[in-house]
């Protein structure tokens, strides 16, 4: 059979493979040698849909890894299966099995360069008479009953302080920050976390996912990661982890002495016996050298101007306006001071009327801003909550003496803000579970009535409201870098103002131009400041003379460009943005080498993870498919100029001073 699915059975093959194959590698596949007795071996990390081409001939493509080669720059490679075998394959692999690939045909691969993988794929198919040989792990299967030929695949794991530029690896490291997963490409899920080991270097990885539950489970610092199949980037001199094709996780409590059972989604992982004592030896190292306590608090404890981590479990939930989402929720202790209640309709609030009434003197409204909204609103009433860095602020209503503490999740995630959903089975929620159930709610009921501070009725109005909750948001994702003492302009006001005049506006991004950001990148003469314009008068080579003829010559390009009479052009970011304010909308260009996205124009056009930077920040600032009251405020300097030619006279706009916020992404 072409196709045959083969089981592990204790660590061995149940069929052997044909005599006369003998395994390559993949350093060994190239174009020119014969092929006609190997095989290639590897893990599935990625496959493809399975498609027709223009003949109606069927086609499945997987990625193979050779874990022989992990440490490898490139070790990865396009197999290509064409007709019933393509349909056959299509049907029972999955990521994560081995297979071994025979009878191929190597051809040179279309997309080495784009997709970094070996430079030739394989292509396979019944009519070549190739066979493809599939070994699956039984889903039950222990973990030493693993997909491979004869015995369990071993993985190399490298330290911390050996990671290399452009390689794709496998590691363990101790959590040392964390940002909780947010909304960042869209539809996508972002998670930041940086990691230590006893190697003592740091690394900071940037991970996404469609899925969110395919991102880290990290609960809080201290906890272990281990990380499959990612990849490694240099930058600004720092090596930096983001996410491949195939990568795969596991998060071990970082406790000492704690169970080591490894969290994860995937049904399918390979855990050795001999990395239990990785885990073991990670945590007695962090223990003695990592301070690793968070700023955990209960509701009894908080004080005005605190910023905590609260584990809690919710009760209630609802929508306050465009930009905050209110969560109700409890601890089963008392906050020592009056809390504020934020007025909500009935029919809007989600969670069990008699329970919330039970509960109303000891739960706190949190309101949560910007980016968390939409995680906020798909948390499940009951689910037991990990809220990270929530901000206590002491303040009273417009139309009230009496003060109150009222608790917020700013927008971002700076100081890893953000929101978590812990399981059942989690150690702190099984405590928490057991206070909560013992817990005297006749006592809570019997209270005073301003043990919880109720405001509802204390704004007059709608527009007070708002007006309370906009001072209380943190929602900018730009910074100012100057002229700070300048106040808020509205554009309307701006629009019907000559120029030129400078001006701080607090404005949302409706649209952008480039939508294709390569395109924004230009070359900029600074001689006429002007784009593609030919402001060189070149010398003859013969010219260089006068610099070889200097007694310590100097090879500089700014002093050959001079003697060779060469105007030096430098790349630029130059966008249109549409901003809008609600009083009216104003077409601002940015034009800037490297202070506004805080990304080298000169680099990106070489750099993909530079690229991928610049596109999730497009995605913070103007986040695709929102609606205008969602999307997030940024405060910009913008200048006004006049340009004038013999027919018109025109003015124009021009963010300055003006940076993305390093929490933005």
Not at 137 to 144: I, K, N
Request: charged share 20%; net charge neutral; hydrophobic share 35%.
């Amino acid at each position: 059979m072409p196709v045959q699915l083969l089981k592990i059975i204790k660590g061995k093959s149940e069929t052997s493979l044909p005599s006369h194959l003998q395994k390559e590698d993949l350093q060994h596949l190239q174009e020119g040698f014969d092929h006609t007795n190997k095989y290639f071996q590897g893990i599935v990390i990625l496959s493809y849909p399975l498609t027709k081409l223009g003949d109606g001939t069927d086609f499945f493509k997987v990625v193979l890894q050779d874990l022989d080669n992990s440490f490898s720059r490139i070790n990865s490679i396009n197999i290509l299966i064409y007709g019933k075998m393509a349909e056959d394959c299509a049907k029972v692999i999955r990521n994560g099995d081995t297979c071994l690939v025979s009878g191929f045909k190597l051809k040179k691969s279309p997309t080495a360069k784009e997709d970094g993988r070996h430079g030739c794929h394989l292509e396979v198919s019944e009519e070549a008479g190739s066979a493809i040989y599939i070994y699956t792990v039984p889903r039950t299967t222990a973990a030493s009953e693993t997909a491979s030929l004869s015995v369990a695949p071993k993985y190399v794991y490298t330290p911390l302080n050996r990671l290399k530029d452009g390689t794709i690896v496998n590691l363990y490291g101790i959590v040392k920050f964390f940002k909780p997963p947010y909304v960042s490409k869209g539809t996508d899920y972002c998670s930041v976390v940086t990691l230590v080991d006893p190697s003592n270097v740091k690394l900071t990885c940037t991970l996404f996912n469609g899925n969110l539950d395919s991102l880290p489970k990290i609960y809080k610092v201290g906890d272990i990661v281990r990380f499959h199949r990612i990849k490694i980037r240099e930058y600004n001199g720092q090596m930096q982890g983001i996410t491949s094709a195939g990568f795969a996780s596991l998060t071990f409590d970082g406790t000492v002495g704690a169970p080591v059972v490894p969290r994860t989604s995937s049904k399918v992982y390979t855990f050795m016996d001999e990395e239990q004592k990785t885990i073991k030896e990670l945590r007695i190292w962090a223990a003695s050298n990592l301070s690793i306590s968070g700023p955990a608090a209960k509701l009894s404890d908080v004080q005005p101007m605190l910023f905590f981590d609260l584990t809690c479990q919710l009760i209630g939930k609802a929508k306050v306006d465009g930009s905050s989402f209110l969560l109700k929720v409890w601890d089963g202790t008392k906050c020592p001071y009056p809390t504020w209640k934020v007025p909500v309709e009935a029919r809007d609030l989600e969670g069990e009327k008699v329970l919330l009434h039970q509960l109303r003197n000891l739960t706190v409204d949190i309101l949560v801003y910007d980016n968390h909204v939409q995680l906020a609103k798909s948390l499940k009433i009951g689910s037991f909550l990990r809220i990270y860095s929530i901000h206590t602020k002491q303040a009273s209503a417009d139309n009230e003496d009496v003060s109150h503490l009222e608790f917020h999740l700013h927008g971002g995630t700076c100081y890893g803000r953000g929101i978590g959903v812990l399981p059942e089975s989690n150690p702190d929620i099984k405590e928490l579970k057991a206070f909560l159930e013992s817990v005297d709610l006749a006592d809570s009921q019997n209270m005073e009535s301003m043990s919880s501070l109720e405001l509802d009725g204390t704004f007059s109005s709608v527009a007070d409201l708002e007006s309370h909750l906009q001072r209380c948001q943190q929602l900018s994702v730009t910074v100012l870098t100057d002229h700070q003492y300048l106040s808020n302009t509205e554009l309307k006001t701006i629009l019907n103002s000559p120029a030129p005049q400078q001006y701080r506006i607090r404005a949302k991004l409706r649209t952008y131009e480039p939508q294709k950001l390569y395109q924004s990148i230009k070359l900029h003469c600074s001689k006429c400041n002007s784009l593609c314009k030919q402001c060189s008068t070149p010398k003859p080579i013969k010219s260089l003379s006068s610099i070889a003829a200097e007694q310590q010559p100097s090879w500089e390009p700014t002093e050959i460009a001079q003697a060779l009479g060469v105007e030096l052009l430098q790349y630029v970011f130059i966008m249109r943005f549409t901003l809008v304010d609600g009083t009216g909308a104003l077409n601002a260009y940015l034009f800037d080498y490297e202070k506004f996205f805080q990304i080298p124009a000169s680099e990106i056009l070489t750099n993909n993870f530079l690229q991928q930077k610049m596109q999730m920040t497009m995605n913070a600032l103007c986040p695709p498919g929102r609606k205008l009251d969602d999307l997030p405020w940024l405060e910009c300097f913008i200048k006004s100029y006049n340009v004038r030619d013999e027919m018109k006279h025109q003015v124009y706009y021009q963010i300055f001073d003006t940076t993305v916020a390093e929490d933005v992404v």
